[in-house]
Structure formats: C-alpha cells, structure tokens
C-alpha cells in the first residue's frame, strides 16, 4: 500500500496540456453523490481553482442514489454517481432541467477493490466465482475448499508460502446507502462469476448477507476494524485507510490493484448512450483478455442539464467540467483512479462543450 500511496506521477495526457479554462458564470456550484468519486471531485476542485482563483464547488459525498435525487429535486447545480440515470429518472431530470435532457458524462474511472481483515495473510487471490459465494453467503468461511484451491502451493510457483487458509468465519460487509459502487460490483459478480451470482445489480446490495455501513468511508472503516471481515470500496479509500486488498484471477491471469495511468483496465469499455448521453458499457472490462487489466472497475459520471434554465449556472458547470476532463485527469492515479483515455476524452470533451 506505501507503494501505491507513492505511485510516481504519470505523463500528462496531450488533451491536458496547453487547456485553458473559461472563467465564467456563478462563483460557487454546489453538487453531492458518490462517496466513491470523493477524492477525485476534490482534486478537480483543485484543478479549477487554479484555473479560475474566485470559483469553487462545494461537493458533499452522500452516495449516488442520494446525489441523483438531490440533483433532480433541484438542491444542486449538477449530480455525481457512479451509475447513469435510469428509467424514470431521464423523465424526473428533464423536468428540472426546464425540459432538456439531462446527460451522464464520465469523469473518471476507478478501481473497485476486495478489501480484507486476515491476520498473517499478505496475498489473497479471488475470482468472480469465489466473490459471488462470498457476498451470497454460499462461502461462509477463509478455509472453504474454493478459496483454498486459489490461495495455497499445489507444487508449483505461488506466493503465498502457507499450508492452510485461516480456520475464520468470513464477515462480510456492504453499503446500506443506495450505492453505485455497489451496482458496479453486482454487475461484475453478475458477468464474472459463470452463474453464480443470481441476485441482479442496482444500487441496493442483494446479496442478503452481512453487515452494512453508509459510504466507502463506512465500510473501509468497518473492514480495518473487523478481523475476517471482507468488503467492496473504491480503491481510494483502501489506500487511505491502509487495507490488504485481494489480487483477482481473470481470463488473462492474477491481476493486483494498482496505478492504471495508461488505462489498460479501461480499453474494452464501451460507449452505449446516444449523442452527448455517455452511458457506458463496463461488461467488456470485467473479463480482461490483455494482461495487467484489473477487472472491477467504476465509471464515476457527472449528472448535468444539457441546457440550464439559468445562464450563469450553465456556464459555471461547463467552465468545471471543462477544467475536471482536461487539466484535472492530471495525476489523478495518486489519489487512486484511472483518467479518461483519449478516444473517450475527445467524445467527454465534445459533450461538454454542447451544454448551454
């Protein structure tokens, strides 16, 4: 974990080099959702402000359901969450926006990790399978049989020199707040685990087991404080609190969490919404065919009118998108996250750009 709090700087992306910024609209947006897109909202702050010294945002991180239905009730400028507007919500968001469409444009990708409480256990190794039993309450203990036969020396090369999985009761812990991480994950356990994960995703954690806590803070928190325990969290906070975090077995081999700068993880993600609506399509990403692409992965969104009713917020908004997506993906792998590639950069870019 030191190593990935002190992951070295990764070049700047061409698209943010020589940007520059309209200072223009309100002085102060304000803005809540995702726990998980905390640290990268915090450093787009940042990056605005020292592209615009009298303008701020002022985010608070209440999860993403909670940051939909604020932006849509209209107590905040624009909304962040980790899980695009869905059915009804187009139809909610379109009325306040005084009757344009509401667009979800990605800011961000990050790294969902397993983080882990197991005395003595430096490298745990799971897979989609073992995951989907974890978090159904089909594996209720560290020495199953299934955990076991990734985890110990069967003759071969392994980095793990113990002869036994810890004889522990298995605690898991999940959000209780309605959270796009948690729906990222269940679509990953829904694509990833050959069937055994049969709960469906969403925002609500189905898996009928466990214990819950509020935000990625919540849960990191209980984790670090609960021997046996096992929990879902944006890798951000897994750096911050210092957890074990579990390397992944994919198609394509182990992959461990780590600085994904040049965007290996993010490649096979594709574009799915239309016109300057990017909803985008993980599925691709959570089977990994190229080495080194950590599977469990998150689109963080901003949540926007693609037309203000009120000029000087509509201005504001596009003037902070603008800076987030070009001068702002600079170094976001040392607050743990993966910035946006260039291809879906150009396409973000444009999006903004169209908000008047």
């Known amino acids: 974990m030191l190593a990935a709090g002190c992951a070295r700087t990764g070049p700047v992306q061409p698209y943010a080099q020589n940007a520059e910024v309209s200072c223009v609209g309100k002085p102060a947006l304000t803005a809540s959702g995702s726990t998980a897109q905390a640290a990268a909202i915090a450093h787009f702050i940042k990056?605005?402000?020292?592209?615009?010294?009298?303008?701020?945002?002022?985010?608070?991180?209440?999860?993403?359901?909670?940051?939909?239905?604020?932006?849509?009730?209209?107590?905040?400028?624009?909304?962040?969450?980790?899980?695009?507007?869905?059915?009804?919500?187009?139809?909610?968001?379109?009325?306040?926006?005084?009757?344009?469409?509401?667009?979800?444009?990605?800011?961000?990708?990050?790294?969902?990790?397993?983080?882990?409480?197991?005395?003595?256990?430096?490298?745990?190794?799971?897979?989609?399978?073992?995951?989907?039993?974890?978090?159904?309450?089909?594996?209720?203990?560290?020495?199953d049989p299934a955990i076991s036969a990734l985890n110990l020396p069967t003759g071969r090369a392994h980095p793990s020199p113990r002869t036994a999985m810890p004889a522990m009761d298995i605690r898991v812990v999940h959000r209780n707040d309605q959270s796009g991480t948690t729906d990222n994950f269940q679509q990953y356990l829904q694509a990833a685990s050959g069937g055994a994960w049969t709960r469906g995703a969403g925002k609500t954690f189905n898996g009928g087991v466990g214990e819950g806590a509020r935000g990625n803070q919540g849960t990191a928190e209980m984790v670090k404080n609960t021997p046996g325990a096992i929990t879902y969290n944006e890798w951000s906070f897994a750096i911050d609190e210092g957890l074990s975090t579990a390397d992944i077995r994919t198609p394509a081999g182990v992959t461990h969490i780590g600085t994904d700068w040049i965007g290996t993880s993010v490649e096979p993600v594709k574009i799915t919404g239309e016109g300057d609506n990017l909803v985008l399509d993980l599925t691709p990403a959570y089977q990994p065919t190229a080495k080194f692409g950590y599977p469990i992965i998150l689109a963080g969104y901003a949540i926007v009118c693609s037309r203000y009713p009120d000029k000087e917020t509509g201005e504001a908004v596009k003037a902070f998108l603008h800076s987030s997506v070009t001068v702002g993906q600079t170094d976001l792998n040392k607050a743990g996250y993966i910035p946006l590639p260039p291809d879906l950069q150009a396409r973000v870019a444009s999006a903004v750009n169209g908000i008047t």
């Open 47 to 143: 990056a605005y402000q020292n592209q615009c010294p009298d303008k701020t945002l002022n985010y608070i991180p209440i999860g993403s359901g909670a940051g939909i239905q604020e932006f849509i009730s209209g107590k905040t400028d624009l909304g962040n969450s980790d899980s695009p507007l869905q059915g009804a919500e187009y139809d909610a968001a379109k009325k306040r926006c005084g009757g344009s469409p509401a667009l979800n444009v990605p800011m961000v990708f990050g790294p969902i990790a397993i983080t882990y409480n197991l005395p003595d256990v430096d490298v745990l190794i799971l897979d989609g399978p073992t995951l989907a039993g974890i978090f159904s309450g089909a594996i209720t203990r560290w020495d």
